[in-house]
């Protein structure tokens, strides 16, 4: 496989055209565009197009125009990640949307490029269990009668990279690294992983939180794909 091809989009032509550079010294293919109109046509010319990392306030359609326009042309033609130095759209409505990521402007490039890296790769690699894992100082477990019915009732809702959990009782803080057992009657085997907190919602109900996936035992990953399969969900981490 080539180079990854990624679009680039801020209405600051400096910043965007320093962007650019870093990219391209990475070794990456970086194309630019300096609004979100702008960005659909450079999608059109280029179809190959794998990352978009986006500005959120601009004119001529700002990155929250552009996330719900590539998710309504087609949900899994790009990751789309948010680069934003104001509080636009809050982490659990973006991950709800369908971003893979959010960052805060100035940019941490290194983290950018370990992320982009890293969302680059099938679910499959990026999710597999690996032993060199630390231990989490925080874990999730819960049990429920069947997965089916957790999913139906909003308990559990799983996205294109992690999950909600609806829980009232000692919640993780965003951010933190936690392990998660959930666990279910009968045969379904369970979920078993370690993620990544990226919003918790305490006030409005359903109270509970969003966790990106980062490590999966195997018999975990092949219940999450075969969901993920069947279902075909937008958000990158759904809501409720």
């Not at 990624?6 to 550079?21: M, P, Q, S, T, W």
């Not at 999710?127 to 630390?134: A, G, I, N, S, T």
């Amino acid at each position: 496989m080539g180079a990854a091809k990624v679009l680039l989009v801020d209405d600051n032509v400096d910043f965007l055209e320093g962007l650019e550079e870093e990219f391209r010294e990475e070794g990456f293919v970086p194309v630019t565009a300096i609004s979100g109109k702008d960005a659909l046509r450079r999608l059109d010319e280029n179809p190959d197009t794998q990352v978009i990392l986006t500005d959120i306030r601009m004119p001529d359609g700002d990155g929250v125009f552009l996330l719900d326009e590539v998710k309504r042309r087609n949900s899994n033609a790009a990751i789309l990640l948010f680069l934003t130095g104001i509080s636009d759209i809050t982490p659990e409505e973006a991950y709800n949307r369908g971003a893979a990521a959010i960052f805060d402007k100035p940019p941490d490039l290194a983290n950018i490029f370990s992320t982009v890296r890293r969302l680059l790769l099938v679910q499959e690699e990026r999710w597999k269990e690996r032993p060199d894992r630390h231990v989490c100082d925080c874990s999730v477990a819960l049990s429920l009668s069947n997965l089916q019915s957790a999913l139906g009732g909003h308990v559990l809702n799983i996205g294109q990279g992690g999950m909600f959990v609806q829980m009232r009782d000692s919640l993780p803080k965003v951010d933190q690294e936690i392990g998660f057992s959930i666990t279910f009657d009968g045969s379904e085997g369970s979920i078993v992983g370690e993620g990544v907190v990226r919003w918790v919602r305490r006030k409005t109900e359903p109270i509970g939180f969003g966790v990106e996936f980062v490590n999966l035992k195997k018999h975990s990953l092949q219940i999450i794909l075969g969901v993920i399969a069947k279902t075909k969900p937008t958000s990158y981490i759904p809501k409720n």
